[in-house]
């Protein structure tokens, strides 16, 4: 069962890397971690529940997939990192 998700294994690991980046993000900025925690768990939820019902279908398209979901990880990975040492940067000034 799990070799059909085999495709998929590098955006599901640095997928969920992304994911705790961004929650981090956001306690950092001041969101409610309660709410934020709730949201993630929701988003997580409809991805497995896409992810499950869609893969059949996707597997044509796993290198588009792959190219597409590495690429969005990848500037939203650089978006954080800018953003931090925005923030590094603000605080080491004032």
């Given at each position: 069962?799990l070799?059909?998700?085999?495709p998929?294994l590098?955006?599901i690991?640095f ?13 950092v ?8 925690g709730g949201?993630s768990?929701?988003?997580?939820i409809?991805w ?9 279908v ?8 792959n ?14 990192v ?7 940067r603000?605080?080491g000034?004032?």
């Amino acid at each position: 069962m799990l070799e059909q998700y085999m495709p998929f294994l590098g955006l599901i690991i640095f997928g969920n890397i992304e994911n705790l980046i961004l929650s981090s993000q956001g306690v950092v900025n001041g969101v409610d971690p309660k709410i934020l925690g709730g949201l993630s768990i929701l988003v997580v939820i409809v991805w497995l529940f896409i992810g499950t019902v869609a893969t059949d279908v996707a597997m044509q398209y796993a290198n588009y997939i792959n190219f597409i979901g590495g690429l969005a990880i990848f500037i939203l990975g650089i978006q954080s990192v800018v953003g931090a040492v925005k923030n590094i940067r603000s605080k080491g000034s004032a």
